[in-house]
């Protein structure tokens, strides 16, 4: 469906340590390699405290990594997003947009709506004129399911799911390219959430975005994505095709996921999680998984493709 020659985000080697001081070190992200092709939606999901959030915000040059490079390709050519300043970082930007999971945190609840979707297009210098960019303020609420007349209204006048589409107005306003969606809808009710995504997909399709979407929730994650990576303590265990994902799991977390719930939060998984302080040496599963062998405990496995053209990291399927 999607041209894997033609990906425009290649997230190489990141790899990052939080260590506030000596006792206090954290491995939040250990070696990670993905690619997002041009037009998709590719989907994050791991359960909390895995190193998503912090890999959004490497990707968006918010935070360094320790490791590694974010190439991002503009015009067919590949930029190294970490390696970005000043005036080349703020035209990226405009490229690269996120939408948050709490559009109250994200927003300034004392601005009204009109001027909030405005701003972006004032700091970037898009439209002739007012006039033109209130034209372009009304459009893109139309397109997001708004009447214009909420441009007259303040953030804690609007339902979560109102607040949402601000959020994505807010992000679509600029025309971008890709956009990052980190629990973009996890603060908000089932039903809601259900308008959201499909929001999301319309606006992906209208206007030939590429979603990278982060979860916690396999249902959302499954309703959006054609690709998925699964990410266990900070490293890719499992990534390849949602549908074959989904309907047939091969790494013993990915199952666990799969078969016990919809939602990681619920899944119970047999042993510890191991500390995050130290680096481990062989599988980063090992300390929970049924199948754990000597090998496991010694050898870290590799993403390796399957004949189905998925990519595992584990033992049980590395030595076929
Ligand atoms: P997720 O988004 O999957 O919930 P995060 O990226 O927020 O995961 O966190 C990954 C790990 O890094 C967690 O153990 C978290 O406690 C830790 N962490 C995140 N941010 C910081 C920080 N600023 N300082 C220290 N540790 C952090």
């Not at 997001?144 to 992000?171: H, M, T, W």
């Not at 300390?287 to 990291?313: F, H, M, N, Q």
């Amino acid at each position: 469906m999607f041209n894997e020659n033609n990906p425009i985000l290649k997230v190489k080697n990141i790899s990052k340590v939080y260590a506030e001081d000596k006792n206090n070190i954290v491995n939040a992200l250990n070696d990670v390699n993905f690619e997002i092709i041009k037009g998709e939606a590719f989907g994050l999901v791991g359960e909390s405290g895995c190193g998503k959030s912090t890999l959004a915000q490497i990707i968006m040059n918010l935070i360094p990594a320790d490791k590694g490079e974010i190439l991002y390709t503009k015009d067919k050519t590949e930029i190294n997003i970490l390696s970005l300043k000043g005036k080349k970082m703020k035209a990226l930007r405009k490229e690269i947009q996120f939408i948050f999971q709490d559009p109250y945190s994200s927003i300034n609840p004392r601005k009204k709506i009109g001027w909030l979707i405005k701003e972006p297009l004032i700091i970037h210098k898009i439209g002739a004129d007012d006039a033109q960019r209130e034209k372009m303020v009304d459009e893109m609420l139309c397109s997001v399911g708004l009447d214009k007349n909420y441009k007259n209204r303040f953030p804690s006048e609007l339902s979560g799911g109102q607040r949402q589409r601000v959020a994505i107005a807010i992000a679509l306003i600029l025309n971008p390219e890709f956009v990052i969606c980190d629990e973009a809808v996890s603060a908000l009710d089932v039903s809601v959430q259900a308008q959201i995504l499909n929001l999301l997909r319309d606006m992906q399709k209208k206007m030939g975005l590429t979603y990278l979407f982060i979860s916690h929730n396999l249902n959302v994650v499954s309703y959006i994505s054609d690709r998925i990576a699964v990410m266990y303590l900070g490293e890719i265990v499992e990534t390849g095709n949602s549908e074959i994902i989904f309907k047939n799991p091969l790494h013993p977390y990915t199952k666990a996921l799969f078969s016990a719930s919809v939602n990681i939060e619920d899944v119970m998984l047999k042993g510890e999680p191991p500390s995050k302080s130290t680096l481990i040496k062989g599988c980063v599963f090992a300390s929970r998984c049924g199948y754990c062998s000597e090998k496991c405990l010694a050898e870290k496995p590799v993403l390796k493709e399957t004949a189905d053209g998925r990519k595992i990291a584990c033992h049980l399927y590395n030595e076929h």
